[in-house]
């Protein structure tokens, strides 16, 4: 994939690699309990493990499953386990995108639409095998590739950063 028409966008390991450690801590906090020899308390173990499975677990397989590959002109999305779609660069009807200027940096966000299909690319995503930020990534191809008709970016700059 070495041209700007063939890429894929997903979360960085490094994002994958903090949910599940933020789990395996999660989860090793009753165990510590139960090895310096505490009375067991089988209603810790379960919401210790229910919280561990929503502050970890669900994200980490959210961002494991969700994957944007771009092939020319095609544009596969995955989104979940069971949930994948391809769509045509030619059916995009809108691009809505928000770029937002902080303290912390640029924050942007596209939402692409499809028909009855949507799907979304955040700051947060990367373009694999570089560390080039997603969500720019796949405006600068949709840009190139769709009517500009189509294409609705709001600016906004909540800390009137200059």
């Given at each position: ?92 009807n809108r691009v809505d995108g928000e770029i937002a200027n902080t303290v ?59």
């Amino acid at each position: 994939m070495s041209s700007m028409n063939e890429f894929t966008i997903s979360f960085p390991k490094g994002a994958i690699r903090f949910e599940l450690t933020l789990m395996l801590f999660i989860i090793l906090f009753p165990v510590m309990f139960t090895v310096t020899g505490q009375e067991t308390h089988v209603v810790m173990y379960v919401s210790f493990g229910l919280l561990a499975l929503c502050l970890g677990g669900l994200p980490a397989l959210h961002m494991i499953t969700h994957k944007i590959r771009v092939n020319r002109r095609s544009i596969q999305v995955r989104k979940g386990l069971f949930r994948k779609f391809s769509i045509d660069v030619t059916q995009i009807n809108r691009v809505d995108g928000e770029i937002a200027n902080t303290v912390f940096g640029t924050l942007n966000t596209l939402m692409v639409r499809a028909g009855s299909r949507k799907f979304k690319v955040n700051v947060l995503m990367e373009v694999e095998k570089s560390q080039k930020n997603g969500a720019s990534a796949m405006l600068a191809y949709l840009i190139e590739n769709i009517d500009e008709s189509k294409i609705h970016i709001t600016t906004h700059n909540p800390m009137n950063l200059k």
